[in-house]
């Protein structure tokens, strides 16, 4: 197979696959021995500045609408739901810490979760229960979605904004330590820390929020 065919390949697979697919998805479709990283190369070139890009979102590439010609759609999709003060900080805590357990997301904000929170965060799929901390009680551990990625149009977690965009953007106080640092959690995937989910786990999610004091 030419380079060229390589490449249409490659491309048809994509417009005709449901969801975004990897390297290894593409390399088992096509014959052996096809460099799969220069067909989507090429066609990542072939496609910039087109009505239709190509995109990769953690490891998975999938075409998707030009950023700039997104207004153009506004009346064919539902009106995106808006978080509260209190789901974003939670948003961004889980973001930079996970894994991370809810006791823990409440001691970094100060404050107790109301009950609906996480609940929000889950039901829009930015948010997934990633296994259990081993430690007394094994509390369960949350992290993103390859959806949370998308809806931040971010590759991976390794471009989350750092301490100097951050200040760039006016999120951090001046006046932060100078040894001040935002955690990776591209570095940290739990580890010996984490244990694997059981059956019951997604049941329980839904009774994580009974009685649970409100956000202040």
Not at 37 to 42: E, I, N, S, T, V
Not at 63 to 78: I, K, S
Not at 178 to 194: K, R
């Amino acid at each position: 197979m030419t380079p060229e065919d390589a490449e249409r390949a490659v491309e048809a697979l994509l417009f005709a696959a449901a969801g975004p697919l990897s390297a290894a998805e593409l390399a088992y479709r096509l014959p052996e021995g096809v460099d799969i990283g220069k067909a989507l190369a090429g066609l990542k070139g072939r496609y910039a500045g087109r009505g239709v890009v190509l995109e990769v979102i953690n490891d998975r590439w999938q075409f998707r609408t030009a950023p700039d010609l997104g207004y153009l759609m506004v009346e064919e999709r539902e009106e995106p739901r808006r978080l509260s003060k209190a789901a974003l900080e939670t948003l961004a805590i889980i973001a930079y810490h996970q894994p991370v357990t809810r006791a823990e997301i409440e001691v970094i904000r100060g404050v107790g979760l109301s009950r609906g929170t996480l609940d929000v965060l889950h039901e829009m799929n930015l948010i997934k229960l990633r296994g259990r901390r081993k430690s007394p009680g094994r509390p369960v551990t949350y992290g993103t979605t390859d959806s949370f990625l998308e809806q931040f149009s971010l590759p991976s977690l390794s471009d989350l904004p750092g301490v100097a965009e951050m200040r760039a953007a006016g999120l951090l106080d001046i006046n932060v330590p100078a040894d001040f640092m935002v955690p990776d959690p591209s570095s940290s995937q739990g580890g010996e820390e984490e244990a694997p989910l059981d059956d019951m786990d997604a049941v329980e999610f839904a009774q994580d929020f009974l009685e649970e004091p409100s956000d202040t």
